[in-house]
């Protein structure tokens, strides 16, 4: 017989998930009700109201698809793009380029902005691409790119695509929680996020928030959507007035969220925001101070997660192995153009602590003596 779970103690200083909250533990351990009991239609209708603050919107149509931040990606895409759309995407990392991959999959017309990772991508570049390409329908940037660290500016590129009549289609699975999204203020059309990040929970669910704009555009849809799990045109009706059963939610995982963006809240989205900006250059110093390199310019730096370029002569994996067997501690290393070159550290939602710095900071020189 195996023997009851228990998993080694860890700090998730990763690029995600990030160590949950312990009131979102105890939310979720809270006895489950059905999922159309009065109780938890109740509980969708404050999540709901929760994500919209978080989100920084007023949008009708936000809610949280029953899956990790790829099934918002997907969400997005296939419910907004039709076969033959163009879509301009920026890639500047591992996940750009799976927006790529999605949007190909829905039959688009992929117009490719490219800029180098750790590089964010420039406004001119997407006026161009806009310039290039009549009957744009989207225009897709990362906001963090976790694969890198770099922190896209959205209002310019919005401009752009609402000057082109393109709607704006946002990846905020990193940023959202712990740098400001502002989804009515930048006229971001689609957005979609992740649980396991900024929000202190475990990953299971992806709150996304829709525009009137591109509500308009779904309903123009002149094909079905071809995912019948991700179609919103059913999803609304179970998470709207209706309530029509479509899937069985992941009750746990709700009351997780909900509890994970309440103590959001709670803390006051300024006041979270600047505790990631706080912490996270304070890591950045310290990791200078060592005498390391960072791989994005100061400018363009995420709080939440940094990349530091890994010192010749100094092994990768070895370091990360004794980071996580000596201290617990886990780190992410390099993905895709950035394997081998980086460690990736995260400081995201209830990992983003004081302690956690300090303990980051002396346990890496240590390893690194
Ligand atoms: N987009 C970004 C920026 C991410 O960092 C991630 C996950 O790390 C995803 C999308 C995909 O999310 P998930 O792994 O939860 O499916």
Redesign the pocket.
Known sequence: MFKELNPPSRVLMG??PSDVHPRVLKAMATPLVGHLDPSFLQIMNETMELMRTVFETKNELTLAMSG????G?ETVFVNLIEPGDKVIIGINGL?GE?MVDVAERCGAEVIRVEAPWGEIIKPEQIEQALKNHANVKAVAV?H???STGALQPLSEISQLAHAHDALLIV?A??SLGGVKVGIDENEVDACYS?T??CLSAP?GL?PVTFSKRAGEAMARRTSKVQSWYLDLSMIQNYWGQERFYHHTAPISMNYALREALRLVVEEGLTETWDRHWKLGRALQSGLEAMGLTLHVVADHRLPQLTSVCIPDGVEDMIVRKQLLEQFGIEIGGGLGALKGKVWRVGLMGYSCQPRNVLLFLAALEQVLL
Do not use: H, I
């Open positions: 690029p995600g990790t931040g790829s099934s990606m996940f799976r990362v963090a790119e976790t990846d699975v990193t992740g396991q990040k990953p992806s």
